[in-house]
């Protein structure tokens, strides 16, 4: 190993040197460290899981990667308080949904359509996770039209003076569609607990960021909007997100707009849809999971 840097094996034999994780300055008590990397390291065999799955046309008949996401979607996971507050995810939050409280078995039966899946039966797309028990909402795969749904709950929990938060989340180029900026319009003129979280990988599916938005930030295009606090991460590092989602930020909550951005050079390398034809052998992002495995469990004894 090189002095200083992580290794991770991509594809088999690949090999990818790494810089270490940057800790952003932020404090975490160690294990809770080794939480968010066993949850993460869970998760990415969930996702490799579900890409054989694909490849051996055994399940998951749509499968979004969350590879390269998963920095944002265990921060916003583990930020949603179960069955409290209201979590509207979108078909790539996996991720998001394990650290929400979706187990591995509730996973796998909603990729293998089973009767016993917890959100639909069976009869929704695979990869469209939910949870109504605990609140981990069911949406439709007209990208970013739950952040409707989300307004509309915030807009209830105001009514009832509850302190519960709407939490939508979706790509960067959902937030093209008319009814997103419906959505944060109602709720910045509404003044709304909802947080808007923008998943920013730079593709719509094959569309590039420059032909989708004119601010490759995405959530830039609600500057305008009174209101709306803007916060711009790194999505693919857990204490960046961390950082930005301190709850102090969105303290008195209006409407947050938290988009992620993959820095030149480490956008997902995954295909946006992995289908059986396409899937291959796509190197895996490491998304600081190799890194953080370092800082989470130092002891040989624990690795
Ligand atoms: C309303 C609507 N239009 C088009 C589609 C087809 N579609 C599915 S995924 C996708 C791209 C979404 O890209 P983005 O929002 O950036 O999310 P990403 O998959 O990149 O995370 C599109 C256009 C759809 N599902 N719903
Ligand atoms: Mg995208």
């Known amino acids: 190993m090189a002095s200083g840097k992580e290794i991770n094996s991509g594809t088999a034999g690949e090999v ?25 390291h869970l998760g990415r065999l969930i996702d490799m899981r579900a890409a054989t799955y694909v490849r051996q046309a055994k399940g998951w008949s749509y499968h979004s990667s969350c590879a390269g996401h998963e920095g944002i979607q265990l921060i916003l996971g583990l930020s949603f ?14 991720m998001t949904c394990l650290a929400a409280g979706l187990s591995v ?28 028990s605990i609140r981990i909402q069911n949406v439709s795969s007209a990208t970013g039209n739950h952040s409707l749904h989300a307004a509309g709950v915030a807009r209830a929990i105001k009514s009832y003076n509850g302190d519960e938060i709407a939490f939508a989340s979706f790509g960067e180029s959902a937030v093209s569609e008319g009814f997103v900026y419906e959505a944060i319009s109602g709720a910045a003129r509404e003044i709304l607990p909802v947080i808007f979280v923008i998943q920013n990988n730079k ?38 997100t961390k950082r930005a989602t301190a709850r ?56």
Not at 206 to 219: F, K, L
Request: include cysteine.
């Open 81 to 94: 308080r179960q069955g409290k507050d209201f979590l509207f995810p979108y078909y790539r939050d996996m």
């Open 203 to 240: 593709f719509g599916i094959s569309v590039p960021i420059n032909e989708e938005s004119a601010n490759e930030n995405v959530a830039k295009n609600f500057e305008g909007f009174k209101t709306v606090k803007i916060v711009s991460c790194d999505g693919t590092n857990v204490f960046d």
């Open 16 to 40: 990818v040197t790494l810089e270490p994780l940057s800790d952003k300055g932020i404090s975490v008590h160690p294990k809770t460290l080794a939480r968010w990397y066993q949850t993460l």
């Open 248 to 303: 102090r930020s969105f303290t008195p909550i209006a409407c947050a707009s938290t988009p992620t951005a993959i820095p030149t050079g480490r956008r997902r390398t995954v295909p946006p849809k992995r289908s059986r034809k396409r899937s291959g052998s796509t190197p895996w992002p490491d998304s600081g999971i190799t890194s953080l495995r370092k800082r989470a469990a130092p002891k040989p004894s624990l690795t």
């Open 105 to 132: 078995q509730e996973i796998i039966e909603n990729g293998l359509s089973k009767p016993s899946d917890v959100g639909s039966g069976g009869r929704h797309m695979s990869n469209h996770l939910s949870k109504p």
